[in-house]
């Protein structure tokens, strides 16, 4: 695990009736350095004073805060120094055993913890987005349901909304036997990304979820990817089962790694980590997301992919410019003086129309511009990589028609529920 040393550490009162979960939690608390008499025990009485440590008071959750994010209370608001909350929890797979919800909270972050108190199965462990939905003419996406067992983060980007309070599932081994109910209900799909809500390898290999479910997956003919931008990946030369096993890192320019991605590894960093388990064994996969335009984006995205691509053969790449924020909350977020002047000056001329779309708050010219950068770039460095766009609007794969080697309808992603490894060439029958 890594090095934290929390705001503050509860387990659920379901914890201590489940000894594989109560084994689980006494693993990484022993890696965290508390002993388990010092950890309360907690239920939906003790939402407040958890919320309140945290630092995500309803005070910050303003409407104005709420809509221009989309739905999210951001890190960017406190840029908090500390570790986030810790609270250990199982699921409640018996909705008959479930409460109902006791308080209707503004705060997004007080409403989920209330929501896992009062227990959850499906509704938090998967995320729901079918194959090859036409979502609407707003972005293309390959789509497939992803898997979660973790609420929470424990970086500390500016643009995320998951790092005041981390809620660990311990009950895994039940939760595989759920996931063999999931994988005949779905029998297209290929692929589940592990965890889109926090980062796992943070957690490891204390928690143990590599492993277990890797052991599922491989069991069960499917692939796991787990998504990531840890550098904790020695332990992973050593999991038993890992041929259904793949990991996709999110990159970042120099500077955004450091400035806004704080308590993240360095860009070498995880280009290491892509290189070691690659080594090992490990299909390796690489988005950059999200996209942020610094200043000196063209020269720093040179470099960031000539690092990278000098060590590393990512199966497949994507981008995704950042999007899903409106304009004033971009301008709370981040240091305006940091960026690209004329890219700030596009997104607040275009604001009134952008604002709480899904492509907010870049309009489509800088999006354009910002991908054909990296598209001829990684042409120049590796011309066989093939490169996909993250949730994009399908008037932007016109537009970038010529550099782009896939279709909206014949996509290989990083992510994508029927993007197994392989490659592309084996995906499209090349």
């Not at 939690?25 to 508390?34: D, E, K, Q, W």
């Not at 988005?287 to 590393?312: C, N």
């Not at 990589?385 to 992603?413: I, N, R, V, Y």
Request: contains cysteine.
């Amino acid at each position: 695990m890594y090095e934290l040393r929390p705001k503050g550490v509860f387990a659920h009162k379901r914890v201590f009736t489940n000894p594989r979960a109560m084994a689980r939690m006494n693993r990484m608390l022993g890696a965290l350095g508390v002993r388990e008499a010092d950890v309360p025990r907690v239920d939906l009485g003790d939402i407040d004073r958890i919320i309140e440590l945290s630092g995500a008071t309803e005070e910050i959750a303003t409407s104005d805060v709420i809509s221009g994010g989309h739905g999210r209370i951001r890190q960017g608001h406190l840029k908090q120094a500390h570790d986030p909350v810790i609270v250990f929890n199982t699921f409640v797979w018996n909705e008959s055993e479930r409460l109902a919800a006791p308080r209707k909270l503004a705060n997004p972050l007080a409403s989920r913890l209330q929501n896992l108190f009062c227990g959850v199965g499906e509704d938090f462990a998967y995320s729901r987005r079918d194959l090859l939905t036409p979502n609407a003419p707003h972005y293309v996406c390959q789509g497939g349901w992803g898997v979660h067992t973790l609420g929470g983060c424990v970086h500390k980007c500016d643009y995320c909304g998951q790092g005041f309070i981390v809620n660990i599932m311990l009950d895994l081994d039940e939760f595989c036997e759920h996931l063999a109910g999931m994988f005949a209900r779905r029998p297209q799909q290929l692929l589940y990304r592990y965890d889109l809500f926090s980062d796992i390898l943070a957690f490891e290999p204390e928690y143990g979820a590599s492993e277990i479910l890797g052991n599922c997956f491989a069991e069960h003919g499917r692939y796991l990817l787990l998504y990531t931008r840890s550098d904790n990946v020695r332990f992973l030369a050593d999991l038993p089962r890992r041929t259904n096993v793949l990991i996709n890192w999110t990159l970042s320019m120099e500077t955004q790694a450091r400035v806004i991605e704080r308590d993240s590894p360095s860009l070498d960093e995880r280009i290491e980590a892509m290189r070691f388990c690659q080594e090992h064994g490990y299909v390796v996969r690489a988005g950059f997301s999200p996209i942020i335009p610094i200043r000196d984006w063209r020269r720093e995205t040179t470099d960031m992919l000539e690092r990278l691509l000098a060590k590393v053969r990512p199966e497949v790449l994507r981008g995704w410019v950042l999007a899903m924020m409106d304009a004033a909350e971009f301008e709370r977020m981040f240091d305006s003086s940091m960026m690209d002047q004329h890219h700030m000056q596009l997104m607040r001329e275009e604001a009134p129309a952008l604002n709480g779309t899904h492509q907010a708050p870049f309009p489509l010219d800088v999006r354009a511009e910002i991908y054909a950068h990296y598209l001829n770039e990684v042409k120049r460095l590796s011309p066989a990589t093939p490169f996909a766009l993250c949730t994009e609007h399908p008037d932007l794969w016109q537009m970038l028609s010529d550099k782009l080697a896939m279709t909206p309808d014949a996509m290989f992603c990083c992510c994508g529920g029927l993007s197994a490894p392989g490659g592309w060439r084996a995906h499209t029958g090349d």
